[in-house]
């Protein structure tokens, strides 16, 4: 069976954390780098994006590069957010 080769490696061991006071815009940055020996593209498609923000959320990784992507949790009343019973999303 042929070894599969990565493109596109990202540096977070499993979540995203986000820390709190979350009435002001919080932001958390990981770093999406490409081994690989040509150019890679990515995209990031949020899903609620009235909640989220990414910058960039597209771009083209030259061989060898490394960038930083920032993902920043829009501001929120806590409160009320931890009243919705179908939220998938948990803050630390």
């Given at each position: 069976?042929?070894?599969?080769?990565?493109?596109?490696?990202l540096n977070l061991a499993t979540n995203l954390?986000?820390?709190?006071?979350?009435?002001?815009?919080?932001?958390?940055?990981?770093?999406?780098?490409?081994?690989?020996?040509?150019k890679v593209c990515f995209k990031v498609k949020?899903?609620?994006?009235?909640?989220?923000?990414?910058?960039?959320?597209?771009?083209?990784?030259?061989?060898?590069?490394?960038?930083?992507?920032?993902?920043?949790?829009?501001?929120?009343?806590?409160?009320?957010?931890?009243?919705?019973?179908?939220?998938?999303?948990?803050?630390?």
């Open positions: 069976m042929a070894k599969h080769k990565h493109f596109l490696l954390k986000f820390k709190g006071p979350f009435t002001d815009i919080v932001t958390t940055n990981l770093k999406l780098s490409n081994p690989s020996d040509r949020i899903t609620v994006p009235h909640q989220y923000c990414v910058r960039p959320n597209s771009e083209i990784i030259d061989s060898g590069l490394t960038v930083p992507v920032s993902v920043m949790l829009q501001s929120f009343d806590y409160m009320i957010q931890m009243r919705k019973v179908n939220t998938s999303l948990w803050y630390t």
